[in-house]
């Protein structure tokens, strides 16, 4: 796509049709919990008595018209909070901050309060941990999955040695069984499964909501392990300017430019604009190959609201253009097959999406209508020495969601959603022939919810009917139960099912990096499994400090699975449908304390017993290690001037692949080593520039041995996918960002 066309594109977006008409309130619903902490309430009713109501966004952001004559009554509602009500005189003189607290009236005035850096909520339904703005910009650089670093639910690896590509896991699985959105629709999925977050600026990131478990019916089918929301920046309350520049030891640059315009009292605009580089070629380890890929990638995004009345309209357009050069290092030693050739890695995505999002309450202010759609346009070229991958995806998604406030508080939600992928996959192994894994998939939906308050009792049961073009119907039902055993102290529990289509060739990197010959056998079908979960969170004071303790536990069994097997035979990869049991334990004891307002703590340990059939024998799932540790700790002065953050993250053992059938020097030993990594950075706040120093991986793990065959990459026993560890050594960084504030930052409050 020509970039002339797509910055032609994104000005008009930009400057869409101004909304005019009456006056409006801005405000934002908070909800302030038992512990006094507050944090966005979204999705809540807010309107006059016997008038107009609207829905807040996912940031807890509103717009309401005047109503008809002063003084009138603000009337607020939820799934989670009993109505309220706070009398205005008259119109509030600036932004209005708007404060639940349970069944009392509405706060009149917001209390000022610094919130931790990622908060766990007894309001939620599921078990959800929020990572804030604060936590996102310890993420330095540069994209969506270098933002979990102090996240115990999320862990993040590379894929392999050579592509760069970051991959999560959540509950013991990979991440491609965690539903992944952006604004309530389906964004990191086919052919962007494994390498869509690393396409994803952390800049253009408002907040991240973690949740644990099997997903409710309305959000869609396929968070088996859980839910991972990406709230964008609000145009209505992102600053006018934001940049931040950012470059490391490794030789990489990064500039992200947000600019936010608020076109009148209704619409309002933001553009998101970045770029990075990377032309240092680095070989730590000293193995003749690049440890990153050099690298070009940018983006860009325009989003648009439009906010009148009790309709909400928003338009999001992006483009991304990303190109990876890697592989041996000019001058490295070349193998006896390589016929003089140099082992090259060429990775190209382009991709375009477009998302076109509506909601309307209706006459009766207890029921609304939401209408989702988006439309993607992917194509990925990937070549790994003689393996050459060609994919294009073509989908289109749509989902209407029908809303009913109920008596007592309880609600129903009914809807219909539409699925349609087409996707293009040649993939040319080296010495296979031609696989030829294309096909078309269209998947309509049928789902329903009902939700029941009950004093401290909440249940949401639900249910969805899907049809598959491709693999047939799936019925998944599901179920969440919160109970509030105190003020302070919530027990969770969800149970259901789940499924998903999975493109094996994207989602396993060995079956591109390495020499690994590739195997189909039989049909692949629907990923199916059941997740259960408990969970409790306690809120307390001890010692005159706010604690906060969680555990967790979660199983997810599946029923139907695409088996990877790379224990066969080193020199193989076979995929084919599961044959016996395939399961996934995960406990987890998280606590957080506020030591004072200046510092917070955070100390967690997980465990995972994540086993497989693999041609009938239960096995240890390959490179999940079974313990993981992280040690958190953060201060902020007491002016605000300095922040200092410093993350300690431990990784227990874990199983690697057999590779007993090689010759004795292209073998990996049956288990990796423990190690740890420690991240820190110190920022210094001056008025409206923000300088940052760190650095990552400051213990110098590193797996030394990354590749085997690394002589010979062209030969039988190559394979760069065996990745257990960090690939690279210790990195330092720093940045400069400005903010400068406008409209969009105005929060004065209402007394």
């Known amino acids: ?110 209390i000022s309060e610094r919130q931790a850096s990622t908060r766990l909520s007894l309001q939620t339904l599921q078990a959800i941990e929020s990572i804030g703005a604060r936590e996102l910009k310890r993420a330095a650089c540069c994209d969506v999955s270098e933002s979990f670093q102090s996240n115990a639910t999320v ?81 209505a309350t992102a600053p006018a300017l934001f940049t931040n520049f950012y470059g490391n030891s490794h030789g990489r640059a990064e500039l992200n430019v947000n600019a936010a315009q608020h076109l009148g009292k209704g619409g309002d605009n933001i553009l998101m604009v970045h770029g990075s580089m990377l032309q240092n070629a680095l070989d730590d380890n000293g193995d003749g190959f690049m440890d990153q890929p050099l690298g070009k990638r940018f983006n860009i995004m325009d989003r648009w609201m439009q906010r009148s009345g009790n309709r909400t309209t928003q338009l999001i357009l992006r483009y991304v253009i990303d190109q990876r050069n890697g592989g041996q290092m000019e001058g490295a030693a070349l193998g006896e097959s390589s016929g003089g050739r140099r082992y090259t890695v060429d990775i190209g995505n382009e991709m375009a999406d477009l998302v076109f999002k509506n909601g309307w309450i209706l006459k009766d202010p207890a029921k609304s209508i939401g209408l989702l759609t988006g439309f993607r346009n992917h194509t990925l070229s990937s070549v790994f020495g003689d393996n050459n991958y060609q994919g294009a995806q073509r989908s289109a998604y749509g989902n209407v969601v029908y809303q009913q406030l109920l008596k007592n508080n309880d609600q129903i939600k009914a809807g219909a959603s539409f699925q349609f992928d087409d996707y293009e996959e040649v993939f040319r192994p080296v010495p296979a022939e031609r696989m030829d894994l294309g096909r078309t998939e269209r998947m309509p939906g049928l789902f329903a919810e009902y939700t029941r308050n009950r004093n401290r009792f909440t249940l949401v049961a639900g249910m969805r009917a899907d049809f598959n073009s491709e693999y047939g119907e799936a019925y998944s039902p599901r179920l969440h139960l919160k109970y509030d055993l105190a003020p302070l102290t919530t027990l969770r529990f969800s149970a259901g099912s789940g499924f998903r289509s999975a493109n094996p060739v994207v989602e396993f990197p060995a079956a591109q990096a390495s020499s690994r010959q590739v ?52 020199q193989q990869l076979v995929f084919y449908m599961l044959d016996g049991p395939s399961y996934a334990n995960s406990a987890l004891a998280d606590v957080q304390v506020q030591l004072s307002k200046q510092w917070e703590l955070k100390v967690s340990y997980r465990w995972y017993q994540a086993e497989t059939a693999y041609d009938g024998v239960l096995r240890e799932r390959p490179l999940v290690p079974t313990h993981r540790g992280l040690l958190d700790l953060g201060y902020v002065s007491k002016n ?23 010759p004795e020097e292209y073998r990996m030993p049956d288990r990796s080593p423990a190690y740890a990594t420690l991240n820190a950075q110190i920022t210094r706040v001056l008025g409206a520039w923000e300088l940052y120093l760190g650095g990552e991986n400051l213990t110098g793990a590193m797996q030394s041995r990354q590749i085997l065959s690394l002589q010979d990459p062209f030969g039988p026993y190559f394979d760069a996918s065996l990745i257990w560890g960090p690939v690279n050594m210790q990195m330092a960084y720093f940045g400069l960002r400005y903010t400068l504030n406008g409209k969009a930052a105005n929060t004065t409050q209402h007394q």
């Open 640 to 662: 605000e001037k300095w922040r200092f953050d410093a993350s300690l993250n431990g990784f227990g053992t874990a199983r690697m692949p057999s590779t007993a059938a090689n």
């Open 155 to 235: 862990d993040v690896s590379y894929g392999d040695a050579v592509s760069g590509t970051k991959t999560i896991r959540m509950l013991g699985l990979d991440g491609k069984y965690a539903q992944i959105n952006t604004e309530n629709i389906p964004f990191v999925r086919g052919l962007s499964a494994n390498s869509g977050l690393t396409l994803l600026p952390g800049p253009w990131i408002s907040e991240i909501n973690v949740s644990k478990g099997i997903g409710t019916a309305v959000n869609g089918p396929n968070a088996m392990t859980g839910q991972i929301e990406l709230c964008l920046l609000d145009p």
């Open 1 to 110: 796509m020509d970039p002339k066309k797509i910055f032609l594109l994104l000005a008009l977006a930009s400057t869409a049709a101004v909304a005019t008409g009456q006056d409006q309130i801005h405000g934002t619903v908070k909800v302030r919990e038992a512990d006094r902490s507050l944090h966005p309430l979204p999705d809540a009713r807010v309107g006059w008595a016997g008038g107009a109501a609207v829905m807040s966004d996912s940031t807890g952001h509103f717009m309401l018209p005047f109503p008809e004559s002063w003084p009138a009554v603000l009337v607020s509602s939820s799934f989670a909070t009993s109505p309220d009500s706070l009398s205005l005189e008259g119109p509030p003189k600036g932004h209005l901050n708007v404060v639940v607290e349970g069944s009392v009236q509405l706060a009149a005035a917001e």
């Open 519 to 570: 195997i189909f056998e039989g049909d692949l079908g629907f990923e199916r499994s059941w997740n259960t979960g408990l969970s409790l969170l306690h809120k307390f004071k001890w010692f005159g400090k706010k604690w906060s303790v969680a555990v967790d536990a979660y199983r997810t069994d599946f029923t139907a699975q695409v088996v990877a097997d790379y224990d066969r035979s080193p």
